[in-house]
């Protein structure tokens, strides 16, 4: 069997490099090239991963001709993920963007309609691959906690500056902040178009795909800043109201020491409890049988769920539809709180839902 051929194209976020790692480790994968508009962005991925210079582009469609990968992953800025979509998607390939799935509705369904009806579209959000979100999903399915009724997130880290591949620690600067497109609002930045997407779309997995009704939102206003660094968000299903918050500028981050509050979710059920926070290796239940909370080890992660590239390969080549966030309809309607939420915050008042 030959490999997979895929090509990273658009370096806007860090995760590129990330997702090139997990190429590069599958065994059945290969890097057939990488693309960007700016070729200095690309020199850290070309050296970790002995990308030859042939391989390396900054015109997509040469990059698309010159390489004919299968599957095509996307970094651009969130604004960007609808006009990138447009252009690989002619090329008849697979096609993973990274969180979020777009900066509005309407963008998320131009890149549904833009894929070919036999290729398949994932949004890849990494917390889907954190073992306590896996766990309570497969104590939610065993009906451990009843019928899940809200969520309660709290997500975000020190800032999108401060971080890099890998998780390799920077210290960005008050220029550094003014060149990125996470404080541009009109390429999809701020802290609600970044985190506010974990919360809406695992949340929507959680409670099993449901719509809410309406949507509260308040952001903060930072100064000299065009976008917000927290906002708190409030859904209200018909089974009770769930909550999400996003935050730039948590005391720590997540995935090296936990902030208070803490990162992760809370899942609440007719039955019972959930809590499982980012990057630990216990979660903790409490039932009705059970009322004292009770601390289980996550369960491992498994083949082919071990990470999203892994996953999505093998819904291809198998021929298994998406499930769970990676899938377009569990995503969508996360999007669809998403741009509840913003309207609400810049109108200053609850909406309904939105599309």
């Given at each position: 069997?030959?490999?997979?051929?895929?090509?990273?194209?658009n370096?806007?976020?860090?995760?590129m490099?990330?997702?090139?790692r997990?190429?590069?480790?599958?065994?059945d994968?290969?890097?057939?090239?990488?693309?960007?508009?700016?070729?200095?962005?690309?020199?850290?991925?070309?050296?970790?991963f002995?990308?030859p210079?042939?391989?390396?582009?900054?015109?997509?469609?040469?990059?698309?001709?010159?390489t004919k990968?299968?599957?095509?992953?996307?970094?651009?800025?969130?604004?960007?993920?609808?006009?990138?979509?447009?252009?690989v998607?002619?090329?008849?390939?697979?096609?993973?963007?990274?969180?979020?799935?777009?900066a509005?509705?309407?963008e998320?369904?131009?890149m549904?309609?833009?894929?070919p009806?036999?290729?398949?579209?994932?949004?890849?959000?990494?917390?889907?691959?954190e073992?306590?979100?896996?766990?309570a999903m497969?104590?939610?399915?065993?009906?451990?906690?009843?019928?899940?009724r809200?969520?309660?997130?709290y997500?975000?880290?020190r800032?999108?500056?401060?971080?890099?591949?890998?998780?390799i620690?920077?210290?960005p600067?008050a220029?550094?902040k003014a060149?990125?497109?996470?404080?541009?609002?009109a390429?999809?930045?701020?802290?609600?178009?970044d985190?506010?997407?974990?919360?809406?779309?695992?949340g929507?997995?959680?409670?099993g795909?449901?719509k809410p009704?309406?949507?509260?939102?308040?952001?903060d206003?930072?100064?000299?800043?065009?976008?917000?660094?927290h906002?708190?968000?409030?859904?209200?299903?018909?089974?009770?109201l769930?909550k999400?918050?996003t935050r730039?500028?948590?005391?720590?981050?997540?995935?090296?020491h936990?902030?208070?509050?803490?990162c992760?979710?809370?899942i609440?059920?007719?039955?019972?409890?959930i809590?499982?926070?980012?990057?630990?290796?216990?979660?903790r239940?409490?039932?009705?049988?059970?009322?004292?909370?009770?601390k289980?080890?996550?369960?491992?992660?498994r083949a082919?769920?071990?990470?999203?590239?892994?996953?999505?390969?093998?819904?291809?080549?198998?021929?298994?539809?998406?499930?769970?966030?990676?899938s377009p309809e569990?995503s969508?309607?996360?999007?669809?709180?998403?741009?509840?939420?913003?309207?609400s915050?810049?109108?200053?008042?609850?909406?309904?839902?939105?599309?």
């Amino acid at each position: 069997m030959s490999k997979f051929r895929i090509a990273g194209i658009n370096f806007d976020h860090f995760h590129m490099g990330d997702l090139l790692r997990m190429v590069h480790e599958h065994p059945d994968a290969e890097i057939a090239g990488i693309c960007d508009e700016q070729p200095p962005r690309m020199a850290e991925a070309a050296r970790n991963f002995s990308i030859p210079q042939d391989r390396v582009f900054t015109d997509v469609a040469a990059c698309m001709e010159m390489t004919k990968p299968d599957v095509v992953i996307l970094c651009p800025a969130a604004a960007r993920h609808g006009e990138y979509v447009k252009l690989v998607a002619p090329f008849g390939v697979h096609v993973m963007v990274e969180k979020p799935f777009a900066a509005s509705l309407a963008e998320a369904d131009a890149m549904i309609a833009a894929m070919p009806g036999d290729r398949l579209l994932a949004i890849n959000w990494p917390l889907r691959w954190e073992r306590g979100a896996a766990t309570a999903m497969r104590l939610i399915n065993e009906g451990v906690i009843g019928e899940v009724r809200s969520y309660h997130h709290y997500g975000g880290n020190r800032g999108p500056l401060y971080h890099g591949a890998d998780k390799i620690e920077k210290e960005p600067t008050a220029a550094d902040k003014a060149a990125s497109w996470f404080y541009q609002r009109a390429a999809g930045g701020g802290s609600l178009l970044d985190y506010l997407g974990y919360g809406t779309t695992l949340g929507t997995w959680f409670i099993g795909g449901k719509k809410p009704i309406e949507v509260t939102a308040v952001t903060d206003d930072p100064p000299g800043l065009e976008v917000d660094e927290h906002s708190m968000v409030v859904v209200r299903y018909d089974s009770g109201l769930s909550k999400c918050e996003t935050r730039w500028g948590t005391f720590t981050d997540p995935w090296t020491h936990q902030p208070q509050p803490k990162c992760g979710f809370v899942i609440c059920g007719s039955e019972g409890t959930i809590s499982c926070y980012d990057y630990t290796a216990t979660i903790r239940v409490q039932t009705r049988q059970q009322p004292q909370r009770t601390k289980m080890f996550c369960d491992a992660l498994r083949a082919p769920e071990r990470n999203p590239v892994e996953y999505f390969l093998h819904c291809i080549g198998t021929g298994t539809p998406l499930s769970g966030p990676l899938s377009p309809e569990i995503s969508r309607i996360g999007q669809q709180i998403v741009d509840s939420a913003v309207l609400s915050a810049r109108e200053k008042r609850t909406v309904p839902l939105v599309g």
